[in-house]
């Protein structure tokens, strides 16, 4: 049966965490030379309605380093722009190629193309959920921390796409996660009272973001206006003063905490360039593990079939 990867809420948190074996495992054996070709004889379509750097260079990479062949496609490049509907496009490109990796605005929109397709679809981007990104951040928790456990993620700034991603996560595998968001910027409520009826996870607002990053490991944030949102970027400026990531806040969290941004940043609005370029922001370590994750996604969807150990 085929999976998709739509929203970190499709996984198990054993599927998340063998996700992260398998692409710690595969870091080590691009380090080696010794990658399996799991995706020789493959073609991935890459449609992207979103622009893009890391997610689309990570993806090309990682399906060339395991032997496939990405094809990537705009919306100018389909009949997309003509308004052919997704189902359509769904049937007729599984005919084609083995995979789609979809970034673009509506969560509907990928949760269609998964419908009608019967080849696996990926979650690259849209405005409600960015699993990828999530998944790639929590290799690098582990690689800088050693371990998972009683973590704490502090999640600073706008209620986006990411934020949404990290609470999935924390519902699935059970850290805790504090959401320090100016008031009328955080997540959709409904989605922190389906956290709360989780089993597993701890998932808090608090608006002080001094008080949010008192006991974190792990501080987070990202633009003030996602793409989409640029022409509020003045209002937003203003709003989300008191939640920029600058050393007056880090003074507030544990010696030991990482700073996190899945970049591009802005800098001198959510985050300093004091900050993001010392030694406690291993961001580009970051950037680098969403190629070691694809390749872990892209093996277990239609590679080897299994998501790790």
């Not at 951040?137 to 934020?163: C, F, H, P, Q, Y």
Request: charged share 25%; hydrophobic share 45%.
């Amino acid at each position: 049966m085929k999976r998709d990867l739509l929203s970190i809420r499709d996984l198990s948190a054993q599927e998340i965490l063998g996700l992260i074996a398998k692409a710690e495992k595969m870091k080590s054996e691009l380090a080696a030379g010794v990658l399996p070709m799991s995706l020789e004889g493959k073609i991935v379509g890459l449609v992207f309605l979103k622009p893009s750097t890391r997610t689309r260079v990570s993806f090309e990479a990682a399906i060339y380093r395991l032997g496939g062949q990405p094809m990537f496609l705009t919306a100018k490049d389909t009949q997309i722009s003509r308004q052919e509907p997704l189902a359509d496009m769904a049937r007729v490109l599984e005919r084609y190629i083995d995979a789609i990796v979809m970034r673009t605005f509506a969560q509907s929109d990928v949760e269609e193309l998964a419908r009608f397709a019967s080849i696996p679809v990926i979650n690259a981007l849209t405005d409600h959920s960015h699993p990828c990104q999530v998944l790639a951040d929590l290799v690098t928790i582990r690689e800088k921390r050693g371990s998972l456990d009683n973590l704490t993620v502090v999640w600073v700034g706008d209620g986006n796409n990411v934020a949404n991603s990290w609470i999935y996560a924390a519902a699935r595998l059970g850290f805790s996660l504090n959401l320090a968001c100016p008031p009328g910027y955080e997540p959709n409520h409904d989605m922190l009272d389906w956290a709360a009826g989780q089993a597993k996870g701890k998932v808090e607002l608090i608006s002080d973001p001094k008080q949010a990053v008192a006991e974190a490991d792990v501080i987070y944030t990202d633009v003030w206006a996602s793409m989409g949102r640029e022409r509020e970027a003045g209002e937003r400026i203003e709003a989300f003063q008191r939640y920029q990531i600058n050393s007056q806040l880090l003074a507030s969290a544990p010696p030991h905490a990482i700073v996190l941004h899945c970049l591009p940043a802005h800098r001198g609005e959510e985050i300093t360039d004091e900050v993001i370029e010392s030694p406690r922001a291993p961001v580009f370590d970051q950037a680098e593990n969403r190629l070691h994750l694809q390749m872990a996604l892209l093996d277990w969807l239609i590679g080897s079939g299994r998501p790790g150990a």
